[in-house]
């Protein structure tokens, strides 16, 4: 991971082969999928079933939308109360003295969520693992199937809170300050209106601009680009000099945009959690196409 000014939030495969079974280590599979339905925009499937199909051994199954969630709260996989989140990572384990590493079995924005929960709530000895499941597999490294082994509880105490998170207020009030970027990790035909979910209605934040999480990713080998590659495709919409606040549909593949300017060093990155889930369902706010 040479060039990246945060080497150690992502970790490479052969590194963590390495080491597991080392009795600090947690490794949280996060996969969810998202399954288009004109209804409701998608269904939410959480990805056990793939979990038990084969996981990295010793891995315990996040489900992101019930277990580090609000699930009261009107939008889907919005930041969950501290206390839930506690008790949730003390389930699987992790606490005070833990590493804890998460991966998908799909695309990497599961896996950065919940990294980027977890730095909300003021754990940084976390990483995400470059290239996830696919990469892992491909590579034959060691599978496990079943259901996650029982494993000790933990004691996961939230000692802070983060301001990771941006509210529609703050977003409205970015627009046309040159000092913010809002970016949007969607895709170009989402951004544009022209095509894709759009969770309400089309297009984009007005003055947003654009650069997708799945833009982010080298096709060949689903792991991050090179930090100077990254680099120039943040420096090309503006980011890096300016503060930050990512989004998307509902705050998933907007922590993919956030994990990679933190990685490079960017020093001030938020997330809108409502997103266009929430945006394109008020006509108050600005948007605009094309």
């Known amino acids: 991971m040479s060039g990246f000014a945060h080497p150690e939030f992502p970790i490479d495969t052969a590194t963590l082969e390495r080491r597991l079974g080392e009795p600090n280590l947690r ?11 004109p209804r409701t925009t998608y269904q939410i499937v959480p990805g056990r079933a793939d979990f038990e199909k084969g996981h990295i051994p010793g891995a315990q199954f996040v489900d992101v939308q019930d277990d580090v ?3 009261l709260h009107r939008f889907r996989f919005m930041l969950p109360s501290a206390e839930t989140f506690a008790a949730a990572m003390s389930r699987f384990g992790v606490g005070d003295g833990t590493q804890v590493v998460t991966y998908s079995q799909t695309t990497t924005q599961w896996a950065t969520r919940v990294w980027w929960l977890l730095r909300c ?6 990483a995400v693992l470059d290239g996830g499941w696919q990469k892992w597999n491909r590579e034959r490294r060691p599978v496990e199937t079943g259901p996650a082994q029982p494993r000790p509880a933990g004691n996961f105490v939230v ?4 301001p990771l998170m941006a509210g529609k207020e703050e977003v409205l009030r970015a627009i046309g300050n040159g000092a913010i970027c809002t970016l949007n990790a969607l895709s170009p035909e989402q951004h544009t209106g022209t095509g894709g979910n759009t ?10 601009v654009n650069l997708p999480a799945a833009h982010l990713i080298d096709p060949a080998t689903g792991a991050f680009l090179p ?12 980011a890096f000099s300016k503060e930050v606040i990512t989004y998307c549909g509902g705050g998933i593949a907007a922590s993919a945009d ?13 997330l809108y959690d409502a997103s266009m889930s929430e945006w394109a369902n008020d006509s108050t706010l600005p948007m605009e196409t094309g």
């Open 27 to 37: 490794v949280l599979d996060c996969t969810t999928h998202l399954i288009p339905d």
């Open 69 to 71: 969630s609000d699930s």
């Open 121 to 126: 709530f003021g754990f940084d000895d976390a």
């Open 159 to 162: 000692r802070e809170e983060r």
């Open 199 to 208: 969770y309400g209605g089309p297009g984009r934040i007005a003055g947003s």
């Open 227 to 238: 930090a100077d590659e990254l680099r120039r495709r943040f420096d090309r919409v503006g």
């Open 258 to 270: 956030a994990f990679a300017l933190v990685m490079l060093g960017h020093p001030n990155v938020r």
